[in-house]
């Protein structure tokens, strides 16, 4: 490790812990409340595609780590070095210069607006220690680690102990705990823009519920298919996102969002003459849960490290998709194929983001001007009966002129 590859962001704050303790659960809440969190397992994973590093790769531990694809067998990988010291040191020395070169241009765009996290089981070894002004580290005791591991990977308890082991001797030989170990108290700020960013999920969901199971009501679905519909419409875009993004799906993390969807279709219920009956409430909680959820698709991937272009595409894929998932299940012609605008309001919401950004704005700003930007587009269409222009078929009069 050279000293030309470490820049430390005291705005920085690294998240540690061995396998099963519980880390990546602390990731999503912090990713829920809007902070930017850099997984290295995944950019790891990511890092290790370029032919460069498969070659090294294969010179170090032979082409029996590869499949009949050509992929990397990254458990027979993990059998490998996680059961001799040496042949992880050698993994370890062609991979964390790679992360921490990726890391070192993720924190400096981060880092500029407020605090940021790194998620990382081998903080010490790899380096990174010295790149992060505090350190985060999660525990939980043996037992419920291997059962948390056995139940979520399907391992076996040698390699689920064998894992645990050589990642626990790597936490306690730090060598800097009195520097690290410093309780965090977030400004005041901060915690205003964790409120705004957690409120911002739990509303967006909440719309987007209520537009789906509006929407059955229409079409005389029972409770079971209103609740299905909410949920999809809900959830639907985000699990496109994660599933693109080769994330856990958010949804499968905790129970909530099943449970603030049966809260919507109770509202539903109560509210039915008020929330059925009127056309435009479709409009205002398909609006809402539209900008809302561009903001957190924008705000997830950007977290995990990848750059804004595509940060933009999983935002209007998590505002729209649960929107067509909707219409597709209820027969409707999608809504973002329509004349009406739509996925443009997201991508205005997704520039508009960015340039904040520029700017200086936090994340909450971000995010609120995003979401502003989005609906006022939306109630300009309504308004003014703004559509994009139509691909229209060549008539047939057009085309005996052209012949003759």
Same mark, same amino acid.
């Given at each position: 490790?050279?000293?030309?590859?470490?820049?430390?962001?005291?705005?920085?704050?690294?998240?540690?812990?061995?396998?099963?303790?519980?880390?990546?659960?602390?990731?999503?809440?912090?990713?829920?409340?809007?902070?930017?969190?850099?997984?290295?397992?995944?950019?790891?994973?990511?890092?290790?595609?370029?032919?460069?590093?498969?070659?090294?790769?294969?010179?170090?531990?032979?082409?029996?780590?590869?499949?009949?694809?050509?992929?990397?067998?990254?458990?027979?990988?993990?059998?490998?070095?996680?059961?001799?010291?040496?042949?992880?040191?050698?993994?370890?020395?062609?991979?964390?210069?790679?992360?921490?070169?990726?890391?070192?241009?993720?924190?400096?765009?981060?880092?500029?607006?407020?605090?940021?996290?790194?998620?990382?089981?081998?903080?010490?070894?790899?380096?990174?220690?010295?790149?992060?002004?505090?350190?985060?580290?999660?525990?939980?005791?043996?037992?419920?680690?291997?059962?948390?591991?056995?139940?979520?990977?399907?391992?076996?308890?040698?390699?689920?102990?064998?894992?645990?082991?050589?990642?626990?001797?790597?936490?306690?030989?730090?060598?800097?705990?009195?520097?690290?170990?410093?309780?965090?108290?977030?400004?005041?700020?901060?915690?205003?823009?964790?409120?705004?960013?957690?409120?911002?999920?739990?509303?967006?969901?909440?719309?987007?519920?209520?537009?789906?199971?509006?929407?059955?009501?229409?079409?005389?679905?029972?409770?079971?298919? +209103?609740?299905?519909? #909410?949920?999809? /419409?809900?959830?639907? *875009? &985000?699990? @496109? !996102? %994660?599933? =693109?993004?080769?994330?856990?799906?958010?949804?499968?993390?905790?129970?909530?969002?099943?449970?603030?969807?049966?809260?919507?279709?109770?509202?539903?219920?109560?509210?039915?003459?008020?929330?059925?009956?009127?056309?435009?409430?479709?409009?205002?909680?398909?609006?809402?849960?539209?900008?809302?959820?561009?903001?957190?698709?924008?705000?997830?991937?950007?977290?995990?490290?990848?750059?804004?272009?595509? +940060?933009?595409?999983? #935002?209007?894929? /998590?505002?729209?998709? *649960? &929107?067509? @998932? !909707? %219409?597709? =299940?209820?027969?409707?012609?999608?809504?973002?194929?329509?004349?009406?605008?739509?996925?443009?309001?997201?991508?205005?919401?997704?520039?508009?983001?960015?340039?904040?950004?520029?700017?200086?704005?936090?994340?909450?700003?971000?995010?609120?001007?995003?979401?502003?930007?989005?609906?006022?587009?939306?109630?300009?269409?309504?308004?003014?009966?703004?559509?994009?222009?139509?691909?229209?078929?060549?008539?047939?009069?057009?085309?005996?002129?052209?012949?003759?």
């Amino acid at each position: 490790m050279t000293t030309t590859d470490i820049i430390r962001q005291s705005n920085l704050i690294a998240l540690t812990g061995g396998i099963g303790s519980g880390k990546s659960v602390v990731q999503r809440i912090l990713t829920a409340l809007g902070y930017p969190v850099y997984d290295c397992d995944s950019r790891a994973r990511a890092l290790m595609a370029p032919p460069a590093i498969t070659a090294s790769l294969a010179d170090a531990f032979g082409y029996g780590i590869f499949d009949s694809r050509g992929s990397l067998d990254r458990r027979g990988l993990a059998s490998i070095v996680f059961s001799d010291p040496d042949s992880l040191d050698r993994l370890n020395s062609i991979t964390h210069a790679a992360v921490r070169a990726d890391l070192n241009r993720w924190a400096s765009g981060h880092c500029r607006h407020g605090i940021a996290f790194v998620e990382t089981a081998i903080l010490y070894q790899s380096g990174i220690d010295k790149m992060v002004g505090r350190v985060w580290e999660v525990t939980a005791p043996r037992d419920i680690r291997i059962s948390r591991i056995s139940i979520r990977n399907g391992w076996t308890t040698g390699e689920i102990t064998a894992r645990i082991d050589i990642q626990d001797s790597f936490i306690a030989t730090d060598p800097y705990p009195a520097a690290h170990r410093k309780p965090y108290r977030p400004e005041q700020s901060t915690l205003m823009e964790e409120t705004f960013l957690f409120v911002t999920e739990v509303i967006g969901t909440v719309a987007a519920a209520i537009s789906g199971i509006r929407l059955a009501a229409t079409k005389r679905f029972d409770w079971f298919g +209103a609740y299905t519909i #909410g949920l999809v /419409t809900a959830c639907g *875009g &985000g699990t @496109l !996102r %994660d599933v =693109l993004l080769d994330i856990p799906v958010f949804w499968m993390q905790t129970w909530w969002y099943l449970a603030v969807t049966a809260l919507s279709l109770v509202t539903v219920m109560v509210f039915r003459s008020f929330l059925v009956s009127r056309d435009r409430i479709l409009f205002i909680f398909d609006s809402i849960g539209l900008a809302l959820f561009c903001v957190i698709g924008i705000q997830k991937s950007l977290a995990i490290g990848y750059p804004m272009w595509v +940060a933009s595409c999983m #935002g209007i894929i /998590t505002g729209a998709f *649960g &929107g067509v @998932l !909707r %219409d597709l =299940l209820i027969n409707e012609e999608p809504l973002i194929f329509r004349k009406d605008i739509y996925a443009t309001a997201c991508l205005a919401g997704c520039i508009s983001y960015w340039l904040a950004g520029e700017m200086g704005a936090s994340y909450m700003w971000q995010g609120l001007t995003c979401a502003i930007v989005i609906i006022g587009i939306r109630i300009l269409t309504l308004r003014y009966n703004l559509s994009l222009p139509t691909l229209a078929p060549v008539k047939p009069e057009e085309l005996n002129k052209r012949h003759h």
